[in-house]
């Protein structure tokens, strides 16, 4: 009897110990997609990433959760349709239809990953892998400039270099730093709990500051959004105790930030040519002609049609016929207006359903949620509102599945508040421990 327990004991702990291979696995693959500098990385192709999430969804062994698959299925489920609605006006019929078939398996892949992202523990590992991206870029990017000076920005091209794609990083790195320092909540207030804090602000500051020196306008935006998005939403959720405390500490780091950007901007001159850029009128119209004409091009199209697009990934062909000097982006500069201009109002839709869920849980459910999704959730603030307003969004599917997860979540959480007589069941329980 003893020693059919001890088995029974070993064969759980060792199926314990298993289920964590298919998380490391989607960590070791998101800490790949950043390319960091130093680590071993791979070409990653459609078919190689659909294999990787048929075998972390077969490892994880748990059934296809309907909430989660319903907003995230729903939200891409009407892009797919205005895509292949879209076809008709496509000049190039074929190639659009490949884009469709692409999106298509794409969005069935990332859907794959789902069954790993339920569990609250994967989510925080995977958060967590995300900072060894960010070290290695910032330390490589320190080095470089460090040897090169200013001149170390033309270094910042090529392949697997591309300001906007790890300004992203950084900003998501420093959203969910600031995320942690906000709403934190230890069991017991004491000297080590302001410590942990200003740490965490200290990383944040550190991973701001090498991301500056890549000089891209647009990803220093979004970084500055995403850090006072999660600052204001904390000040708006938390008691007076806590929002005095989170409004006097914006103040010293508004004033300290203050102090040292003079020095900064001495050190790196090349911050007021940029600056420039953005504030005097005769250089606006002369440096952003090409994304100007990306924005035109697409609200032509728009006003052109706005029910049927033009076909997934037909856009840059549209821009060309524009003849701008600037075609060598042929791009929209814009997620949701290209998304409206290539698969009409049906795709658009889409994205802003996948919005709504969010703002709605952002709304009623944010305070309950566990800090790891708290994270999540505010990271998509530089992401979604900032540098796709700004840029075309880039592994976008990774981030709409981890917040359909969490959003699956809360309603599980609300629904059983609502119904309190009801018991959690065992493997939603065990799912959250």
């Known amino acids: ?70 907003l995230y299925l729903t939200t ?104 942690f320092a906000v709403f934190w909540k230890p069991p017991e207030h004491s000297s080590r709990t302001v410590l942990i804090r200003l740490m965490s602000v200290a990383l944040a500051l550190f991973f701001a500051f090498a991301g500056s020196l890549m000089y891209s306008r647009s990803g220093m935006l979004a970084l500055s959004i995403g850090a006072l998005g999660a600052v204001m939403i904390g000040i708006a959720q938390l008691r007076s105790r806590g929002r005095l405390t989170i409004i006097v500490g914006a103040i010293g780091f508004a004033v300290l930030i203050g102090f040292l950007l003079e020095g900064y901007l001495a050190m790196f001159p090349f911050w007021n040519t940029a600056i420039e850029r953005v504030t005097n009128p005769e250089l606006v119209e002369e440096f952003n002609q090409g994304r100007l004409a990306g924005l035109t091009k697409s609200q032509s199209i728009i006003a052109e049609n706005p029910i049927i697009g033009v076909g997934l990934g037909q856009f840059k062909e549209l821009f060309v016929e ?18 409206w201009a290539e698969t009409g109002i049906v795709g658009l839709m889409g994205i802003l359903y996948w919005l709504f869920a969010v703002g709605r849980l952002l709304r009623r459910g944010f305070g309950s949620l566990p800090l790891v999704d708290k994270c999540w959730i505010l990271m998509g603030i530089p992401y979604f509102l900032m540098l796709a307003m700004l840029d075309l969004g880039t592994n976008m599917q990774f981030m709409l599945i981890v917040h359909s997860a969490i959003c699956a979540d809360a309603k599980r959480i609300e629904a059983h508040a609502d119904a309190p007589r009801l018991s959690l069941p065992h493997t939603y329980l065990s799912r959250r421990s």
């Not at 800490?31 to 490892?59: M, N």
């Not at 524009?322 to 998304?339: E, P, Q, R």
């Open 322 to 339: 524009t003849g701008t000097k600037h075609n060598t982006g042929l791009l929209a500069h814009n997620t949701y207006l290209a998304t």
């Open 76 to 179: 891409n489920g009407l892009i797919i349709a205005g895509a292949i609605l879209s076809l008709p006006r496509a000049n190039d019929g074929p190639e659009a239809m490949y884009n469709a078939v692409g999106l298509t398996i794409s969005v069935f892949t990332f859907f794959l990953f789902s069954q790993v992202l339920l569990s609250l523990q994967s989510r925080r590992v995977i958060l967590c892998a995300m900072f060894l991206p960010a070290s290695l870029w910032a330390w490589d990017i320190l080095r470089l400039t460090s040897e090169r000076g200013e001149l170390a920005r033309f270094l910042f091209v090529g392949e697997n270099w591309d300001k906007n794609y790890h300004m992203l990083l950084f900003s998501l790195a420093v959203t969910a730093l600031i995320t």
């Open 1 to 70: 009897m003893l020693n059919t327990r001890y088995r029974d004991s070993r064969l759980e702990l060792s199926k314990r110990q298993f289920r964590w291979l298919p998380v490391i696995l989607v960590a070791l693959y998101f800490i790949d997609i950043w390319h960091p500098a130093g680590f071993v990385g791979i070409e990653w192709r459609w078919y190689t990433v659909l294999g990787l999430a048929g075998i972390t969804f077969l490892l994880q062994g748990s059934p296809i959760d309907s909430a989660t698959s319903r």
